[in-house]
């Protein structure tokens, strides 16, 4: 990893860095230099270089992909000493030997496009190949093609698919249409083991699961509900250490002592980390948190193991910033009755038209409202 870092941190002789991306370069070399702090995007590309390492190829297509849409990625590098543009792509500089790594910028056509990447990830298997979003919300206009072919291919006619597909979602006081990638919509398509879909909450997560897509023996779509704030968010990074040692996990529980719990919150996403923010706040240590990485295949035994530490728990809660009748709640319901047998509530926005709200200040009230629920209200008052 430390070796993929240097060659993602160091420009050509000759070639002229831009200084902000010079800032972004030295504040990645201290993550190596002190083995944490690593981010989502650094550790995208980290998992992108290993993968390339060991001879697979990597496709990442995207409105915004070659920048990232938050300008967190800089994939692409473009010389600011030249006259004219000439880029410079560290991922494909690793070495000699290396895989093929390409990255396109594409058009505002998401329904061709993705359909062709679905073709690119059917004819090259061993390829990781990634669509991603310029906000969630934006795969709404292909899916059709989700319908008919990503999700249902297999079934209809044994083609298998590796797709990945990234979709920035999140409630953000952004307004509505970008807020969500619609999870509820791919979590109802769920049957058969024809999917996977994960809404990983830190980058060491992101890393394992991005490797785990193409060095598993089976090939099943993948769709990650990717974040926004949370790429620069300083409490959701990893150590280098989570990187080498550790593995994808489906389930995410705290470490704490189960004795002295008595709630459990269950949630998955960026809300975690405002739960855990306004939980270290009140000093409640007689509440877990409990993330939910992976929706589908559902992890049933591996839930059930994380909630049978909390014996002495009375109160079991799922915490969503979706409203009711979006986001993973529908789908968890049944499989939480059966888990806790019907002991359990739910936190969270109302049944909603909309996704989010546009206005900012009535987002806030609702966000704020959902932690006064869950965790207690703060001692700093109910709004920022």
Avoid at 19 to 36: A, C, G
Avoid at 82 to 106: C, G, I, K, N, T
Avoid at 156 to 164: A, Y
């Amino acid at each position: 990893l430390k070796a993929i870092g240097e060659k993602l941190t160091t420009a050509p002789a000759g070639f002229g860095v831009h200084r902000k991306l010079q800032r972004i370069l030295d504040e990645k070399k201290r993550m190596f230099e002190s083995n944490l702090g690593f981010d989502w995007a650094t550790s995208e590309a980290l998992s992108f270089g290993s993968l390339l390492m060991d001879g697979h190829p990597i496709r990442l297509s995207g409105e915004d992909s070659g920048r990232g849409t938050f300008s967190h990625r800089h994939s692409v590098w473009w010389n600011s000493s030249s006259a004219v543009p000439e880029p410079y792509m560290p991922l494909a500089h690793l070495s000699p030997d290396q895989a093929r790594f390409r990255v396109y910028d594409s058009p505002l056509s998401e329904f061709s496009v993705l359909a062709f990447e679905y073709g690119n990830s059917m004819a090259e298997p061993n390829m990781l190949t990634l669509w991603e979003a310029q906000f969630g919300d934006f795969v709404n206009n292909a899916q059709s093609v989700i319908d008919l072919y990503i999700t249902s291919g297999e079934t209809k006619w044994q083609r298998l698919s590796g797709l990945v597909l990234l979709l920035p979602h999140g409630w953000e006081g952004m307004g509505p249409e970008h807020s969500s990638a619609r999870l509820e919509r791919f979590l109802q398509l769920c049957a058969h083991n024809n999917i996977q879909v994960c809404y990983p909450t830190t980058p060491a997560q992101y890393f394992h699961l991005l490797r785990r897509q193409i060095k598993s023996t089976y090939r099943k779509p993948l769709v990650v509900m990717t974040p926004k704030s949370l790429l620069r968010n300083p409490q959701a990074v990893s150590s280098i250490q989570d990187l080498s040692t550790a593995d994808f996990q489906e389930v995410l529980d705290e470490t704490l002592d189960p004795d002295f719990v008595t709630k459990v919150l269950m949630t998955s996403g960026k809300i975690f980390y405002e739960l855990w923010q306004r939980k270290q706040e009140l000093k409640a240590d007689d509440i877990a948190i409990i993330r939910l990485e992976q929706f589908y295949p559902f992890p049933k035994e591996k839930l059930q193991q994380a909630l049978s530490r909390y014996q002495n728990a009375k109160n079991w809660v799922w915490v969503q910033e979706e409203p009711e009748n979006m986001g993973g709640y529908t789908f968890v319901r049944n499989q939480l009755d059966e888990l806790i047998e019907g002991r359990w509530e739910y936190i969270g926005r109302k049944a909603s038209a909309s996704p989010s709200t546009g206005f900012h200040n009535i987002f806030r009230q609702e966000q704020v409202a959902i932690l006064d629920e869950a965790v207690g209200r703060s001692s700093y008052g109910s709004m920022d």
